[in-house]
């Protein structure tokens, strides 16, 4: 099993949520966070005064999934995410050891 982390616009979430249960991903974890990367922030105006933003808002979305399906998953998220500018986000896979169903004890992918 693969946990994938994908840290994308607040505006994309929809459209990757939508796509996704399309696709058959039925669990997944939505958070909102705020950060910074190449995009280094942006410069806002305020009652006439500039000022910078260094952390954006984005939103982070976490699926665990088999490790057959994360190659589609991740293809999904790219396709809906992208916009082609600095700041459209980032995708990390990590390896998961075990789920567990707390409702029915179910473990391994019969969890997810």
Do not use: W
Request: glycine share 10%; net charge positive.
């Amino acid at each position: 099993m693969k946990k994938i982390e994908a840290i994308i616009r607040p505006g994309k979430l929809d459209r990757v949520k939508d796509a996704l249960s399309i696709h058959g991903v039925n669990g997944l974890t939505v958070t909102q966070v705020i950060g910074c990367g190449k995009q280094k922030g942006n410069t806002q105006v305020y009652r006439g005064v500039e000022y910078t933003v260094h952390l954006i808002p984005k939103v982070k979305i976490e699926i665990v999934v088999m490790d057959s399906f994360v190659e589609e998953v991740i293809k999904v998220i790219s396709k809906e995410a992208r916009t082609g500018e600095i700041g459209d986000g980032k995708i990390f896979v990590s390896a998961v050891e075990d789920a567990y169903t707390i409702r029915t004890g179910a473990t391994g992918e019969q969890a997810l």
